[in-house]
């Protein structure tokens, strides 16, 4: 079993920033992707960025150039810098984890979420 802890959500003004968190423990596994999701509501979960265990990033086209994904392996976190924060980034974030385990079997995981809202 994999647990992830998600933090650093809130409210913060248009053009502001804010840095989540979010980390993974357990045990007998490896991470081979982590990533942060958000819900917006009555929207569906989508892709905001995502980190390889090498390092390879992917970012949602609407984030590009404005957010972060960053890791520390030691540490089995992964980080998200959120700058220049728009209303329309409102949404509950929740981090995801593929982990692998020594028996060959592998699983995704979510964290519980963390609200972030975007507004004056």
């Known amino acids: 079993q994999v647990q992830l802890v998600e933090s650093g959500g809130g409210l913060v003004q248009p053009g502001g920033s804010l840095r989540l968190s979010c980390a993974a423990s357990?045990?007998?596994?490896?991470?081979?992707?982590m990533g942060w999701y958000r819900q917006a509501p009555g929207k569906q979960r989508e892709l905001v960025a995502s980190?390889?265990?090498?390092?390879?990033?992917n970012y949602a086209d609407s984030v590009k150039g404005r957010f972060t994904i960053s890791k520390d392996n030691a540490k089995n976190t992964v980080y998200l810098q959120m700058n220049s924060l728009k209303p329309e980034d409102t949404a509950v974030y929740y981090c995801?984890?593929?982990?692998?385990?020594?028996?060959?079997?592998?699983?995704?995981?979510w964290g519980q979420g963390t609200p972030v809202t975007v507004s004056f």
């Open positions: 357990g045990s007998a596994f490896r991470i081979a992707v």
């Open positions: 995801n984890a593929h982990a692998t385990f020594s028996s060959g079997s592998s699983r995704f995981y």
């Open positions: 980190i390889t265990s090498g390092g390879i990033t």
